[in-house]
């Protein structure tokens, strides 16, 4: 058994989980799951630079993480940054600031390394459930990853297509304009097309969505009162019904967004952009699906993601 922290720190959120690993039994036991809006990639997309107060929020959470580690005695942590700090030139200064809380060297990993961390998260508790190949996508602020395979990736991808960064580029109005919406979803249709040349999303048998966006879309179809994990967890929804609520959600301006019970407050004015990007993968792989002579009537939400193959990772290293 041995006592993990994995963190994870994107273009939206910082999240940490701590967790007893158990290589053996192939278990792994939360002690602590928790969620940060930090919004680390504000304005990246803009100026390819990090925001000294979006850099304040993020070392200010993770100095909060280091407290929590020390306190539950963790044996090993690993600090995964993605898309956000990717594009950042100014990425030594986010590294040397985490190391000093941390005591850990951060490690900015590339789209590929993202996309197999997050197959090994959800694939983990999603096997013998439903049938391969699983289509794995990680719907994040500044990419999205998407990753195919059965018992291990065949083949992934990453785009530059999320919540936060669509939302910054195009979805200004409240609620956004057909115009906007137009342009958000070319920029997605585009990255889709160039994906498809890397991950043959026709031989998908089961879609799955992590992260925050694809989990509020869920909690939104589920008609949930609060958001409750252990309802989005494994939730299997029908294709036309997750297209249904990414179009309202869509729709919707921030004061009717702000009030939905399951909303966290700092996805409300990204979650727009969110449900697009979902609409249109659900809606691309479903075609391509069709085109292969297949059918994709239902989409998997897991709550299990990059954190859980980071946890992962660390227990099995040499």
Known sequence: MT????????????????ADVDLEKKTLTDLDR??????????????GRIAPEAMARTLE???????????????????????????A???????????????????VVGGEEEAFLSFRGATGVLAGKHPGPFLVVDLGGGSTEMVLGTTSPVAAYSMDV?????????????????????????????????AGKVVPFGRTATLVGLAGSVTTVTAHALDLVRYDPAQIDGAVLPTD?????????????????????FMHPGRVDVIGAGALVWS????HVRAEVGRAGGRLATV???EHDILDGIAWSIAERP
């Open 280 to 283: 249109d993968v659900v809606g």
């Open 241 to 261: 019904k997750v297209l249904a609520s990414c179009r309202t959600l869509l729709g919707l301006s921030r004061e009717r967004r702000e009030v939905l019970p």
């Open 162 to 194: 999320g919540c936060v960064r669509l939302t910054e580029r195009h979805l200004h109005s409240d609620p956004p304009t057909p115009q906007e919406v137009a342009a958000a979803s070319a920029d997605v249709t585009a990255a889709l097309e160039e």
């Open 61 to 87: 959470a993770a100095r909060r993480y280091a407290d929590i580690c020390t306190e539950l005695d963790v044996e090993a942590v690993r600090f995964v940054a993605t898309s956000a700090s990717r594009d």
């Open 3 to 18: 006592r993990v922290a994995a963190i994870d720190c994107g273009t939206n959120s910082i999240r940490l989980l701590v």
């Open 89 to 107: 030139e100014n990425r030594q200064e986010f590294v040397d600031g985490i190391k000093d809380a941390l005591g850990v060297e951060p490690e």
């Open 300 to 302: 998997v939400t897991s």
């Open 34 to 47: 928790r969620m940060e809006v930090v919004r680390l990639g504000q304005g990246v997309d803009r100026t």
